[in-house]
């Protein structure tokens, strides 16, 4: 199972779930009262500009994932690997029994205000890199960033995406340098900081206090660490991963190839809203068969779907 992150959210989002009754709909009835907020009416309602604040964006992503995963437990289906992309890391530790519910949706919460915080705070951005791989865009990053700046691989999702990640001056001009080294298409993102960068150095000291008191169990199952993009089961090596990866690049073309390369496994299910890590994915694992579940209608065909495998 792969969790996705931010981005990945929309009005509307498990709206159907809670209609739906079961395990979904029980615990997104209590994710307000947890973050003693009006999360779910953010989701269902919008409006969009106040769903994707980074504060709200990232509970609402994983409430919805919280709530697949509860419901294909109910139905009887466990993954036996997990892995999420960012923010999703969290949800794959609650599928992997590493964090209860209740708590993986407080440390988002608090991740996301921390994030945005450290974006007001130490201006950044971030920008989608197509077109060349990652080892290229680290060099042309260190040769900018030694004249302008911070700026830095942030994101590394495939042979030929990346994201970069810095201060504002230093991504334009990184930019500009990775257009003349070839690369297709620079796309600006609309995010409030620049995650997975030392720019939020300060924001993961934070995190990291205040992680101290929150238990984190070992996994029944591995997960495959952002940091890393090695499989991890122990409680302390997983919360450790959580507090680097804010400064930490997101190694996903690694942890993909783990997954789907050598030994591709039967079916890998996308757990949580839209479907961008599947259609990431199918295009450089063909022969892995990626399923999105994110829906009332995906969880009820998806017992007869893998059945048919």
């Known amino acids: 199972m792969i969790f996705p992150g931010q981005a990945s959210q929309a009005v509307g989002m498990a709206q159907d779930l809670a209609a739906a009754g079961g395990p979904a709909a029980a615990w997104l009835s209590q994710v307000d009262g947890i973050l003693d907020d009006t999360l779910t009416t953010t989701m269902f309602e919008g409006p969009a500009e106040t769903l994707t604040e980074t504060r709200n964006a ?4 994983l409430a919805h994932s919280v709530a697949v995963s509860l419901a294909l437990r109910d139905l009887g289906i466990e ?7 960012s923010l999703g890391e969290f949800s794959a530790a609650v599928a992997a029994g590493a964090l209860s519910p209740d708590d993986a949706l407080r440390i988002v919460r608090k991740r996301g205000e921390l994030m945005f915080a450290a974006g007001q705070a130490v201006p950044g951005t971030m920008a989608a890199v197509m077109g060349l791989d990652g080892p290229a865009v680290s060099e042309v990053c260190a040769r900018v960033a030694a004249e302008h700046g911070v700026v830095v691989l942030a994101n590394h999702n495939s042979e030929s995406q990346v994201a970069i990640s810095g201060e504002v001056e230093a991504v334009a001009a990184a930019g500009e340098a ?19 960068s030392p720019l939020l150095e300060g924001a993961a000291a934070d995190f ?3 992680l101290t008191d929150i238990p984190v169990q070992d996994s029944t199952v591995p997960l495959l660490a952002n940091v ?3 499989p991890v089961t122990s409680g302390t090596d997983l919360k450790e991963g959580f507090c680097r990866q804010l400064t930490a690049p997101v190694l996903w073309n690694g942890i993909m190839e783990t997954i789907a390369g050598d030994t591709p496994p039967a079916v890998v299910l996308e757990v949580g809203p839209g479907k961008v890590l ?4 199918r295009r450089a694992y063909p022969d892995t068969k990626f399923i999105p579940v994110g829906t009332a209608a995906d969880l009820a065909g998806i017992v007869e779907t893998l059945a048919a495998l």
């Not at 990232?58 to 992503?61: E, G, L, R, T, Y």
């Not at 990775?178 to 997975?196: C, D, E, Q, Y």
């Open 208 to 210: 990291r206090a205040f």
């Open 79 to 85: 993954p036996s690997l997990v892995a999420g992309h």
């Open 58 to 61: 990232q509970p609402a992503i």
């Open 178 to 196: 990775l257009k003349a080294a070839g690369a297709k298409r620079v796309i600006p993102l609309n995010v409030s900081g620049a995650f997975h």
């Open 228 to 230: 890393t993009a090695a």
């Open 278 to 281: 599947s259609n990431l994915a």
